[in-house]
């Protein structure tokens, strides 16, 4: 298993960077790799994102130095997405099969967590999401038709797109995760805007479902002073709190949201008009 840390930084600082700063700071560019987990640990409310691409062996989360417990989620809850082929996660011994799309909430205080394809030709990919948890909630596999589904935006402003919520508050009890999926409908391109930002917690975004020649362009920085990354299939961004996150595609495509922080409720966000952007 391999770990990056990513510190937080100020806004203030963030005016200043260049390109590849930008991206060396907010960007993973690396999430899934064959037969490894990969995590990233960001000091932004001590989220921890991942993935992990079994092969023909299971892959066991472990504990690094980072979290500094003896085990993976002896303090923390986890969210897990399966964006690839089928798999298994394998909590405590118990087995839970996911599809693509699927989803499984681990709550803190469970032990062993493996993860495996059922067929290493089409190897799973399991998306990982972590934060600190204060309390123990119950293991729950979550496929789309129990997720809340939203179907927000318009096809005139090419924003018409599918969110379904599978952890969150109406779904799933979780300490302070929140996890769901949006799919863009084929001719939209736009997530998340009009724009704006939720500074009481800091979000992380999967791209994936995205052509290999294809990219989105992410958006964040202040309201007013804005600045993009291009990202590419399966990679990852950690969007800081003060920022703005919106991002507008080559085409159609897919993304994780996550969220971790003081409140856990969806609609508690900053507004920022579009005119007002710079």
């Not at 960007?27 to 932004?44: N, P």
């Not at 299971?58 to 089928?86: D, M, N, W, Y």
């Not at 362009?217 to 993009?228: A, W």
């Amino acid at each position: 298993m391999k770990i990056d840390v990513r510190h937080a930084s100020h806004a203030d600082a963030v005016r200043g960077y260049d390109t590849q700063t930008l991206r060396r700071h907010f960007l993973v560019e690396t999430v899934f790799a064959d037969g490894e987990i990969r995590l990233t640990y960001s000091h932004y409310d001590r989220m921890v994102i991942g993935g992990a691409m079994p092969l023909g062996e299971s892959l066991t989360l472990t504990a690094p130095k980072a979290v500094g417990q003896e085990t993976f989620l002896a303090e923390r809850e986890l969210g897990v997405l399966a964006i690839g082929g089928a798999g298994r996660v394998v909590v405590d011994g118990n087995a839970h099969e996911l599809r693509k799309y699927d989803c499984l909430y681990v709550g803190r205080g469970a032990g062993e967590v493996r993860f495996e394809s059922v067929d290493a030709a089409a190897p799973a990919k399991f998306y990982l999401v972590s934060t600190p948890a204060h309390a123990n909630h119950p293991t729950v596999l979550l496929t789309r038709d129990k997720a809340r589904h939203l179907a927000p935006g318009d096809a005139a402003t090419a924003n018409r797109r599918a969110i379904f919520q599978f952890i969150h508050p109406e779904v799933c009890q979780s300490c302070q995760l929140t996890m769901g999926l949006t799919m863009l409908e084929t001719g939209s391109v736009w997530n998340t805007m009009p724009s704006h930002t939720h500074d009481r917690r800091m979000e992380a975004y999967l791209y994936f479902d995205l052509d290999a020649d294809q990219r989105v362009f992410h958006f964040m920085g202040e309201p007013q002073e804005t600045r993009h990354m291009l990202v590419a299939n399966e990679q990852a961004i950690i969007s800081p709190p003060w920022s703005i996150h919106s991002g507008a595609g080559t085409k159609n495509y897919s993304f994780i949201w996550a969220m971790a922080g003081d409140n856990k409720s969806f609609t508690d966000m900053d507004h920022v008009a579009i005119g007002d952007l710079r």
